[in-house]
């Protein structure tokens, strides 16, 4: 780091919170719900599991579960084959379709947006939030499994380290992110961005949070591509150049190659790693 951090910006669904059995379950379930019930399919097994959740999302284009949900999907709609597992077999190379260009029917898009809420959100809140139709007719969603993984002495830490700005960039809409925003111990004057402010990797959202937390430099936490990219970007900027950002990957061993092919070079495995990550990074300076 070439200049100390006052700030600290954080990742929401993957990084605050749990959301490997809500969001990344939400996003296999409505595709196969969509195979079974919208194309006929015989269900025989998974068509997309979390891992091919995550391997697309990793790929960094698709940060958004909605549009990612769609492009599943219609990839694996555009294969031959009755079953589910025949589907998935004879899509081929799931890395190398997330990579693909993807173009989007809007009022497609809008029905597999809505299979996706009522599996992540349940039907009533889901017909309520967004107005979708009922099809999947599900009691309790996948938002109930959620668990916080911050913890208020780890802002303590950081605290002591100098670092006393608290921000937050979500892919989430903001109201997916107000029913969870009590349970996590942010301050009260934490800077949020939400996707009404921008998608990631797009830095509008985190020039948002910059803006309000005017901050001399920040460490910005992630755990997807899309996350890296953004701070990559923001840095790029004129506003980057005078108040520049530090990226910070979670994930696992076997990520990191790709992460350090795209430019990072910090990492923890999970959010307690922080605190001694950056005290090891403030020794030099």
Excluded at 18 to 43: C, F, K, M, N, P
Excluded at 105 to 122: K, L, M, P, Q, S
Excluded at 136 to 153: D, K
Aim: net charge negative; with cysteine.
């Amino acid at each position: 780091m070439t200049r100390r951090p006052d700030a600290i910006v954080f990742d929401v669904d993957g990084v605050l919170v749990e959301t490997d059995s809500s969001y990344i379950e939400g996003v296999a379930r409505a595709v196969q719900w969509l195979l079974v019930h919208q194309l006929g399919l015989t269900d025989d097994g998974p068509a997309v599991d979390r891992a091919m959740v995550r391997l697309w999302k990793r790929t960094g284009r698709w940060n958004d579960d909605w549009d990612l949900s769609y492009a599943l999907y219609e990839w694996l709609a555009a294969a031959p084959g009755a079953t589910t597992a025949a589907r998935r077999r004879a899509a081929g190379d799931a890395e190398a379709a997330a990579r693909r260009e993807v173009s989007i029917d809007r009022a497609r898009w809008e029905g597999i947006r809505g299979v996706f809420e009522e599996i992540y959100n349940g039907t009533l809140t889901a017909v309520t939030r967004y107005g979708v139709p009922a099809r999947v007719e599900q009691e309790r969603g996948l938002a109930e499994t959620e668990t916080v993984l911050l913890e208020a002495g780890l802002l303590a830490e950081l605290l002591e380290l100098g670092i006393d700005k608290v921000g937050v960039v979500t892919g989430r809409s903001i109201v997916d992110w107000e029913p969870i925003r009590p349970r996590i111990p942010l301050p009260v004057d934490a800077a949020v961005a939400t996707m009404e402010d921008g998608k990631k990797p797009d830095p509008a959202p985190l020039a948002k949070v910059v803006r309000m937390l005017r901050p001399s430099a920040f460490v910005a936490v992630g755990d997807t591509m899309a996350d890296l990219e953004m701070v990559v970007r923001w840095n790029a900027t004129r506003a980057g150049s005078t108040t520049p950002g530090t990226a910070v990957v979670l994930c696992p061993a076997e990520d990191e190659p790709a992460y350090r092919a795209a430019g990072a070079r910090l990492f923890i495995r999970s959010l307690a790693d922080l605190p001694s990550l950056l005290r090891r990074e403030r020794a030099p300076l």
